[in-house]
């Protein structure tokens, strides 16, 4: 039997580090539908807690195998110390004052504030489950929303391309500051993704680079 050489992808590979299994399941699920460019390989790493960013981002980034490593989380509430402080080890790591700024996606004060957006204008105000369960019942119908795996993975299947299209409108009024209520910069990610123009990818590592 012959050998078979392993298949060489010619795709641009990107590296995200999710904050945990929301943020990993959104992506994972949004990569799954297939609404960003076939340019891009995308591979997702749950770091299962933002105490575990920075170092899961150094791993990935030292490592070389993808031409750009992102990081997706929460700021949480203010005062941000855990959100800041991620920012703060990313900044220090490159040397570079505003790499976090340049490198991290986030949700203020938490993903949902994104996921959300497929469906409502509603603001969500505070990141603890419990407060925003009457709104997540109300969209997808899972019920004491409490972000278990089963429950977000039913949140997930009330997610599709029409609504993707709602969701982009949405977050793209939304505020860019991450220290002001309802904002986010989930749309740069969204447009690189969706843009078969990777030049985005060497702007951003130029720009982190000391």
């Known amino acids: 039997m012959a050998n078979r050489l392993p298949d060489i992808s010619d795709k641009?590979?990107?590296?995200?580090?999710?904050?945990?299994n929301e943020e990993y399941k959104y992506l994972?699920?949004?990569?799954?539908l297939q609404v960003w460019n076939?340019?891009?390989?995308?591979?997702?790493?749950?770091?299962?807690?933002n105490g575990n960013i920075p170092a899961r981002y150094q791993d990935k980034y030292q490592n070389g195998s993808y031409e750009i490593v992102l990081i997706f989380c929460d700021t949480e509430k203010k005062p941000y110390?855990?959100?800041?402080?991620?920012?703060?080890?990313?900044n220090d790591f490159h040397g570079?004052?505003?790499?976090?700024e340049e490198v991290i996606i986030f949700g203020n004060?938490?993903?949902?504030?994104i996921i959300s957006k497929h469906w409502t204008d509603e603001f969500i105000k505070r990141p603890a489950k419990a407060v925003n369960a009457p709104l997540i019942e109300k969209y997808t119908g899972v019920k004491g929303y409490k972000g278990r795996a089963d429950q977000i993975d039913q949140v997930m299947k009330s997610i599709d391309t029409d609504n993707y299209t709602y969701m982009k409108e949405r977050i793209g009024k939304l505020p860019t500051d991450d220290h002001v209520d309802g904002s986010s910069n989930f749309?740069?990610?969204v447009q690189c993704l969706e843009?078969?123009?990777?030049?985005?990818?060497?702007?951003i590592n130029d720009s982190i680079e000391a």
């Open 187 to 189: 749309s740069k990610l």
């Open 96 to 100: 570079v004052d505003n790499a976090a």
């Open 38 to 49: 076939d340019v891009y390989e995308i591979a997702l790493v749950n770091a299962a807690g």
């Open 109 to 113: 004060p938490c993903t949902m504030q």
């Open 81 to 90: 110390e855990q959100y800041e402080d991620i920012k703060r080890k990313i």
């Open 28 to 32: 994972e699920h949004l990569n799954n």
């Open 195 to 203: 843009s078969d123009d990777v030049k985005w990818i060497d702007r």
């Open 12 to 20: 641009h590979k990107i590296c995200i580090i999710c904050e945990g």
